[in-house]
């Protein structure tokens, strides 16, 4: 990107909420892997008659973002109709939260100190989903009546960057509180993204553009940075930007027009006369509020000096890594940081390694199984390739309940660090036909014949050597 131009952005997030039933009726609302139009109720597509019932749960998740963001929960709020038709939306209103919402101002921090403040946060229900298949269009109700909490951002946003920052926050944060799925690909979160140019000396923002729908972080920053580039082009003309909803494309890498927003669409909200105000006394939001567990800024200043910050932040995209880390942590105790940088390092360097990301599908090892994996590394009991084979044992089914020590006896890697016993094999090696030139090498000054002498105790001990120690001994017996 140029520097002519400043631009602004400002974010809306559908999160939708991971409740077992829907927002306003008793149907499965997770349908993913499900035929079309089978998680349906006769209230998601207003059949006569048909009134909705709130689900409670979705409250409760509901406190539990707006204290995730840092923010304010009215204590009163209220549902409205906001009235439009669409394919997908059989009963020509949704039910929304426009004059009272449940979720108040709020803040959230990312993770290079950059403050991005919350407008509010309401509580509506999902619209169905249309496929396009040239001609014609084929609706899937089953996500109609989803509950979701529609996060707006307030314009803090400078950069693509940081709009892919702010995004991947969100949804750590969303998925952390155990509110949300977080699966992107089917569309459990998904982001409208505000965009808009002036000069850095502008009294006033320019006209902005709505990409509508992105459901990965590379995807808002790659179109930021699309629009940024149209939209300074047609500055640079003369030309006036239109304010518009637009469409983005991953396969072409760019935006197009889909509708004009010239003129604000009169939704002719009203109250939602089926459904009665929300109301939430301090004591049960603050008992909702104390289930909220540990959130990304919680852990960033748990082991902020401890692990690297770009360490850090790939455990943070892996909620059961980086708490399992916070168990180690724990039991271990805070005076140790050596042992709890090592096993993040084992963490991202092999358990996130391509050909082991599936084993994080599987069950972590306990916090004490790893304790003694990183004391057995500090005593020098195993080497660091041993290290990674018993840690990637310990996804073995038949070995996954055994400890440390019993995995590292029967995979035969525990290193002799019996100096009597070491000297012994080095004594056989010295004595060895196959190696008295390397000797007379090395006592002409020439070091690096020193690695075929300790390889050769190696493949005495068949392995068990700690390769240090007998570096040191061969030293010291070649020396004297």
Known sequence: MSNKYQITIGIECHVQLATKTKLFSEVDN???????????????????????????????????????LNATINPLSRFDRKHYYYPD????????????????????????????????????????????????????LNRAGTPLIEI??????????????????????????????????????????????????????????????????????????????????????????????????????????????????????????????????????????????????????????????????ILLDYPQLIRKLGEFADLLGENSPKSIQKIANIFTSVLLAEENTSLLNDPLPSAEQLRDLALMNDNQELSSTATKEVFLKFFDPEMHFKDTKTIAKELGVIQENDLDALGQIVDQVLQDPTTQQAQADFRAGQEKVLGFLVGQVMKASRGKANPSSAQALLRQKLQN
């Open 30 to 68: 997770d349908a993913r892997g499900k035929a079309p139009n089978t998680c349906v109720s006769p209230v998601d597509y207003a059949l006569p008659g048909m009134l909705p019932r709130l689900n409670r749960t979705a409250i409760e998740m509901a406190i539990k973002v707006g204290h995730a």
């Open 89 to 140: 939306l059989p009963k020509g209103y949704q039910i929304s939260q426009l004059y009272q919402p449940i979720i108040g101002a709020g803040q959230i921090e990312l993770p290079d100190g950059t403050k991005v403040r919350i407008e509010h946060a309401h509580l509506e229900e999902d619209a169905g989903k249309l496929t396009h298949f040239g001609d014609y269009s084929l609706v899937d």
């Open 152 to 313: 707006v951002s307030m314009p803090d946003i400078h950069s693509a960057k940081h709009a892919h920052d702010y995004c991947k926050e969100l949804w750590r944060i969303m998925t952390y509180a155990g509110v949300c799925h977080g699966d992107l690909y089917h569309g459990n979160m998904r982001f409208d993204v505000n965009i808009s140019l002036a000069l850095p000396d502008a009294e006033k923002l320019g006209t902005r553009a709505e990409i509508k729908n992105l459901n990965s972080f590379r995807s808002v920053e790659r179109a930021v940075e699309y629009e940024y580039q149209r939209q300074s082009a047609l500055l640079d003309r003369g030309e006036r930007v239109v304010q518009e909803t637009r469409g983005w494309s991953d396969d072409t890498g760019k935006t197009t027009s889909q509708r004009s927003k010239e003129e604000a669409q009169d939704y002719r909200y009203m109250p939602e006369p089926d459904i009665p105000p929300i109301r939430l006394s301090n004591e049960t939001i603050a008992k909702i509020q104390a289930t909220l567990p540990l959130m990304p800024a919680d852990y960033r200043a748990r082991f902020a000096g401890v692990i690297p910050a770009d360490t850090l932040e």
